[in-house]
């Protein structure tokens, strides 16, 4: 089933997103460009990612140890999920 027809991305790809390190809407996003056009299947995508898409994270603490990497985002992409997220917590600007 689609979950972003914008770019016809998939549950099950999303899933696979998460699967490989993608724990955010933000790094599905990056990963896949869902979310990037319209936005509206950003809930969908943390709603997957809240049922346990995503590999259990470290406990506090341990993670910082890890090294990270900064994957750079288009500004458009950044956008559709900020404003879907604060959409969705009821913080849109007027
Ligand atoms: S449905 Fe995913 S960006 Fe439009």
New binding site residues.
Partial sequence: MY?????G?TEKQVREHAEAGACTPRQIASAS??????????RSIQSILGRGACPRREPLGTAAAEPTTTVAEPLVAQS?VVRAVATSAGLEAA
């Fill in positions: 979950v972003c027809s914008c770019f991305i460009k869902a979310g990037t056009d319209c936005g509206s299947c950003v559709a």
